[in-house]
């Protein structure tokens, strides 16, 4: 897989927040992500991700943190969510890789053990449809709960 790859997995992140604007509503939101998550479906920039990057692709949340770990490559941050907007929000931010330090700004939902989020690349608005265009460098991942 190549490694350009993986910052758009984190950023698809993407995924948890102890701190949020949500207030109550934030906190119970993040118990639901929290766990490991597959990746069911991807794509990037208006293309479809690869089979072995989908199979490959794993994301874990514990609170505010995640870790999206795709082959043997690994990249952790932090986010905030705020379930209380629509579509909801969420905000990631690379703690160690490429991107360290940098927020990106998205939308999610989480229906039934499906998370879906779409996020834009860092320095963007927030997307407002979960739809990538090429050219936008938005991308939209979906991620089904494991059952442990």
Not at 17 to 30: H, I, V
Not at 73 to 90: H, L, R, S, V, Y
Not at 122 to 144: A, Q, Y
Request: glycine share 12%; net charge positive; with cysteine.
């Amino acid at each position: 897989m190549k490694l350009y790859v993986l910052p758009f997995l984190v950023f698809g992140l993407l995924l948890a927040a102890s701190y949020s604007s949500g207030g109550d509503a934030a906190k119970g939101e993040l118990k639901k992500l929290e766990g490991t998550w597959g990746l069911v479906s991807g794509e990037a920039k208006g293309e479809n991700l690869t089979e072995s990057t989908i199979k490959s692709a794993k994301l874990t949340i514990v609170g505010h943190k995640y870790t999206v770990k795709v082959s043997e490559n690994a990249i952790a941050g932090t986010q905030t969510i705020d379930p209380t907007t629509k579509p909801k929000g969420i905000d990631a931010t690379d703690t160690d890789g490429p991107n360290k330090g940098k927020t990106v700004f998205g939308i999610y939902k989480l229906e039934k053990g499906v998370f879906t989020v779409c996020l834009a690349p860092p320095g963007k608005d927030r997307p407002t449809e979960f739809t990538t265009k090429s050219g936008t460098g938005e991308i939209l991942h979906v991620w089904k709960l494991n059952k442990e």
